[in-house]
C-alpha cells in the first residue's frame, strides 16, 4: 500500500522531463547517431542505449504540441537508420554487450520505428518480424535466439506479442504467444516470474500487462495480475526491481537485463480504472520525480539522470529513457486540470481541516447553541419563500452536531499523527 503523498503537479513533471531530456542530449554520441547504454561509455548499444532513448524522444515530441523547447536538437530518422544499419542478415538486431543478435533487441527496435514511423512494414521490418517468428517454438514460447527455443522466457514472449500488435502481424501466432503467457502465469499469485518455474515479480508482471494492452486483450482478463502488481507496491511508491539472468547461444555466456519495477509498473497501471490504480500511479509519479537527481546533486553531468538503487553509481541511458516514457504515459492520459487544480485541491483541503480541527469542533457547537436563538431574525424571511423555522432549525441543530463530531476525529486524528500544531 503506497503512503499518500502530494500528487505531481504539471510544472514539476515538465520541469523533470526538461531536466532529463538534457541529459539525453548530453549522453548523445553525436558522431555516432546513437547512444550508449551508459553515460560515459564511448561505444553506442542497440539495447539498453539508443532504442530506448529514440523512444523517450518520440514520447516528448507526441505528447507536446508544438515540440517543446527542451527537446535535444537530435533528429530522430537519423537515429532510426542508425538502427537499421544494425540489422544482421538473419534479421535481427545485435547489440553492445552481448556477442548474439537476439529477439529482445529486435522486439524492441520494432516497436521503436513502428512509434517512429507509423507506416506499413518495409523489407527490414518484415526480416526482423521474421527472424522473431523463428525464435518461437511450438508451444509459443520464445527465446533469445532460435538454438535456445527449449528455454523460452516471459520477456521476450511478452516483446514479441508487443512488436507483432504493434505492426499487426500475424494474428493467429500472437493468440499462441498470448496462451504461452497466461500459461506461465502463476496459479496463486497471478504474476509473472522470468519463466514459467521463477517466483512471479513486479517488473515481468508489468511487461506481460504492457505486451496485453498492446495486443488489445480484453482487461477483464487479466485483472487479477493487475490486482497482484498494485500489491507489490511498496509505501514510498514504487516497486521492487528485478534482475533477469540467462544463457544464450551460441557464447553459451551469462546475460543480464537490469529492470526498473517502477517505471515498468506505472507505465503498465496507467489508464486501468478505479481508485487504487489512480492513487498508485499517483505515488509512482511522485516516487520518480523526487529521485532524479537536480541541479547542484551528485556530480554536474548527472542533473535529470536517476540511479538504479542505491548501491548503484552508473548513469543508465535506458533508465532515464523509461522514466521519461512512464511519465509521459501517465501525464499525457490526464487532462491539465487534475495536476494543476484537483490534483491538490484535496490535499490542501484535508490539511486545512487537520489544521483547524479545533475551529470545525467550535463552529459546530455554535451552531448547536445558536440555533433555537436565530428564530426571531430568520422566521419572517423564511415565510416570505414558504420555508418552514422548525425544518431550518432542525438542519442546523443537525449540522452543528455532525461538524462538531467531524472536528472531533480529526483533532483525534492529528493526536494520533502526533501533529497538535494549531
Not at 561505444?43 to 504540441?65: K, N, Q
Request: charged share 20%; net charge neutral; glycine share 8%.
Amino acid at each position: 500500500m503506497a503512503i499518500r503523498k502530494r500528487r505531481p503537479h504539471a510544472r514539476e513533471i515538465d520541469e523533470c522531463l526538461a531536466l532529463a531530456a538534457t541529459w539525453l542530449g548530453d549522453a548523445y554520441l553525436t558522431g555516432e547517431r546513437a547512444w550508449p547504454a551508459k553515460s560515459g561509455q564511448a561505444h553506442p548499444s542497440v539495447w539498453g542505449g539508443t532504442t530506448d532513448a529514440l523512444r523517450a524522444l518520440i514520447a516528448l515530441a507526441d505528447h507536446h504540441r508544438p515540440r517543446p523547447p527542451y527537446l535535444p536538437d537530435i533528429d530522430v530518422a537519423d537515429v532510426a537508420e542508425w538502427l537499421r544499419a544494425r540489422q544482421e542478415p538473419s534479421g535481427a538486431f545485435a547489440s553492445i554487450g552481448t556477442p548474439y543478435a537476439g529477439a529482445e533487441s529486435t522486439a524492441l527496435v520494432l516497436i521503436a520505428l513502428c512509434e517512429q514511423t507509423r507506416k506499413h512494414p518495409d523489407d527490414a521490418v518484415r526480416r526482423a518480424l521474421a527472424f522473431l517468428e523463428s525464435c518461437i517454438d511450438d508451444g509459443g514460447g520464445v527465446a533469445t535466439t532460435p538454438r535456445d527455443r527449449t528455454e523460452p522466457r516471459v520477456l521476450p514472449t511478452a516483446l514479441t506479442l508487443w512488436a507483432f500488435a504493434v505492426w499487426d502481424h500475424d494474428e493467429a501466432t500472437r493468440k499462441r504467444l498470448i496462451n504461452h503467457l497466461f500459461s506461465c502465469q502463476d496459479g496463486t499469485t497471478w504474476g509473472w516470474g522470468v519463466n514459467s518455474r521463477a517466483r512471479p515479480n513486479a517488473a515481468t508482471t508489468a511487461q506481460v500487462i504492457i505486451a496485453l494492452r498492446g495486443a488489445r486483450y480484453p482487461e477483464a482478463k487479466y485483472t487479477h495480475a493487475i490486482d497482484f502488481l498494485l500489491g507489490q507496491q511498496l509505501p514510498d511508491g514504487s516497486w521492487i526491481n528485478n534482475l533477469e539472468e540467462w544463457v544464450a547461444s551460441p557464447s553459451n555466456s551469462v546475460n543480464y537485463c537490469f529492470n526498473d519495477g517502477t517505471a515498468w509498473a506505472l507505465t503498465a497501471l496507467t489508464g486501468v480504472d478505479g481508485r487504487r490504480a489512480r492513487a498508485a500511479c499517483a505515488s509512482a509519479a511522485r516516487h520518480i520525480l523526487d529521485t532524479q537527481t537536480k541541479q547542484g546533486e551528485g556530480g554536474g553531468a548527472d542533473a535529470g539522470s536517476w540511479l538504479y538503487d542505491a548501491y548503484s553509481t552508473n548513469r543508465y541511458v535506458w533508465l532515464t529513457a523509461q522514466n521519461i516514457i512512464a511519465l509521459h504515459t501517465w501525464a499525457g492520459g490526464l487532462p491539465s486540470v487534475s495536476l494543476d487544480t484537483a490534483a491538490n485541491a484535496r490535499f490542501k483541503a484535508v490539511r486545512w481541516l487537520l489544521k483547524n480541527a479545533q475551529n470545525v469542533v467550535l463552529f459546530g457547537l455554535l451552531l448547536y447553541v445558536l440555533s433555537p436563538d436565530l428564530a426571531p431574525l430568520l422566521t419572517p424571511v423564511l415565510s416570505k419563500v414558504h420555508i418552514g423555522w422548525s425544518s431550518v432549525r432542525d438542519n442546523l441543530i443537525s449540522t452543528g452536531l455532525w461538524t462538531a463530531g467531524a472536528g472531533c476525529a480529526l483533532w483525534l486524528w492529528r493526536a494520533l499523527r502526533g501533529d497538535r500544531r494549531s
